[in-house]
């Protein structure tokens, strides 16, 4: 099928566990986490399991056809279950296999889903002692290039690529260590992140050694826990009445290691640097966006160095500017992109199966807004990134397919309230917590210009429903509730009005 015949590819349900610590949760083995994530992804596209004509299960650490296993729980309806292994990136690759099925009008409907339960030696150990290990190629050169130390390989790799940053473009230990301190302190926000703590910066570069530069806080943890996704046609959507939360994946693209990764002995390249550069441009070529379009990222910070070479990777910045990027503070609310609202792996977890689906999970509430407390204003386009060593990077982009009918999530799937402490299902719920979110970010330089409490009385939500805004940018560094309340000066407008004219802004 050529380009031009593909049809368009949405993803309108997602859910996913709580990330924890390898066995910190009774009764969470794969099958039942998997349960969880798909339960929760089928209510929020509001389907039935037999809905589903075909499954996509990633993991990495399990035996073959795990991915049957875990979806008998679910449901015994006889369809195809395929099990995909590709390091840390398998979840978007169950992903990008899921998008291919309806792009090429195989299925209509397709879940995609990951899972990890994770071993103790899980980052160490190998299964097979009697055949050549798949990254073999890669020790080889970093053993040449920096040398074996005692740190776990992954460690060893990514710090080596931190190092080589710092000597070509003067980066320093600081940098990495405050991408660690933003993700932490984004994962607060994030209830489903396996770790919720804020740490000051003397914590995390004070925090135990692991592979210079890389201390303990700038490393992601091992972790137990399942995403999951429904992805379907646009007839699938329209006929199913899904336009408020189908989010439109624009493209796709993984590259697997090339030449340089091996010749040119580099250690930023030995983890994939070219990988993401390559996955990244045929990514915005084929939708003619630029980076500067985007607004939310998530990203593979599986430690904080990889995290600053990505954003030179993605083009999100000029190669040698990472560091740059982050003391302008243009990674969080506020600056240029945010990167990570969700913790990222470093604080939320990396559960290696179901990482890719955890990213979309998050990346598509972003753009439903429904992401509560860490929602990213005005968030329009979205770009992904998850890669795995040996090697494989998928870069996506992602948009709401319908905005006019945008409407936020069910909390109990999102684990996340609105910021204006209500307010669910009105489609224009979304611009007030933008509204609350500009107010934290900048209510110190904006109440004092604008000095008014203003009250939003909007009719025709869900169901005829009515509901009242007040916005206080009066007091304090004021705020935003949901709820009764008096303004100083009322403004009446239906919810569909109230949404569309937020869209013209």
């Known amino acids: 099928m050529s380009n031009h015949q593909k049809r368009k590819v949405y993803v309108v349900g997602v859910g996913m566990t709580k990330f924890e610590k390898p066995g910190s949760r009774a009764n969470f083995d794969y099958p039942e986490m998997v349960q969880e994530s798909v339960g929760k992804a089928l209510k929020d596209a509001r389907i039935p399991y037999d809905t589903i004509q075909q499954a996509v299960v990633g993991y990495c650490y399990g035996d073959s056809t795990s991915g049957q296993r875990a979806l008998y729980g679910v449901g015994l309806t006889g369809i195809p279950i395929y099990n995909v292994n590709n390091a840390c990136s398998t979840g978007s690759t169950a992903l990008m296999i899921a998008k291919q099925l309806i792009e090429g009008g195989v299925a209509e409907c397709v879940l995609a889903l990951g899972f990890e339960r994770m071993a103790r030696d899980a980052l160490t150990a190998t299964a097979y002692k009697d055949r050549a290990h798949p990254m073999e190629r890669h020790m080889e050169v970093m053993s040449e290039v920096e040398g074996f130390g005692s740190a776990t390989v992954t460690a060893q790799l990514f710090g080596n690529a931190g190092r080589e940053h710092m000597r070509k473009y003067g980066a320093k230990p600081i940098h990495f260590a405050k991408i660690a301190l933003k993700n932490h302190r984004h994962s607060v926000k994030n209830p489903l992140s396996q770790y919720q703590d804020d740490y000051t910066l003397d914590q995390i570069m004070q925090s135990k050694m692991i592979h210079e530069p890389l201390t ?95 954003y030179e990777a993605l083009g999100l910045c000029r190669e040698g500017e990472g560091a740059k990027l982050v003391d302008q503070g243009d990674n969080t609310y506020g600056g240029k992109y945010v990167v990570n609202p969700s913790g990222g792996l470093i604080s939320k977890g990396h559960p290696l199966g179901a990482t890719g689906l955890a990213q979309c999970t998050e990346l598509c509430l972003q753009l439903r807004g429904s992401c509560g407390d860490r929602q990213v204003p005005g968030a329009k386009i979205a770009l992904q990134h998850n890669i795995g060593l040996g090697g494989a990077a998928v870069v996506s982009l992602y948009r709401h397919g319908f905005p006019q009918s945008r409407s936020t999530a069910d909390p109990s799937i999102t684990g996340s309230m609105s910021q204006s402490g209500g307010g669910q299902g009105f489609k224009c719920a979304p611009a007030f917590d933008a509204i609350a979110q500009e107010l934290k970010i900048n209510g110190g330089k904006l109440v004092p210009k604008i000095r008014g409490i203003f009250a939003f009385e909007i009719s025709g939500g869900p169901n005829g429903q009515k509901g009242t805004w007040i916005v206080d940018a009066k007091n304090g560094k004021g705020s935003v509730q949901f709820g009764p309340g008096k303004g100083e000066v009322t403004l009446i407008a239906s919810d569909t009005v109230m949404a569309d004219r937020s869209e013209e802004r």
Not at 235 to 252: P, Y
Not at 266 to 286: E, H, I, N, P, Q
Request: aromatic share 6%; charged share 25%; proline share 3%.
């Open 216 to 310: 303990l806080l700038q490393c992601c943890p091992r972790s137990d826990g399942s995403a999951s996704a429904v992805v379907c046609s646009e007839e699938f959507v329209k006929k199913h009445r899904l336009e408020s939360q189908a989010i439109e994946i624009l493209a796709m693209e993984m590259a697997t290691d090339l030449p340089s990764s091996f010749k040119e002995k580099s250690s930023m390249k030995l983890v994939g640097y070219d990988m993401t550069k390559s996955a990244a441009s045929r990514v915005f070529a084929k939708t003619g966006l630029r980076p500067t379009d985007v607004q939310v990222i998530e990203l593979h910070d599986c430690f904080a160095t990889n995290e600053l070479i990505t």
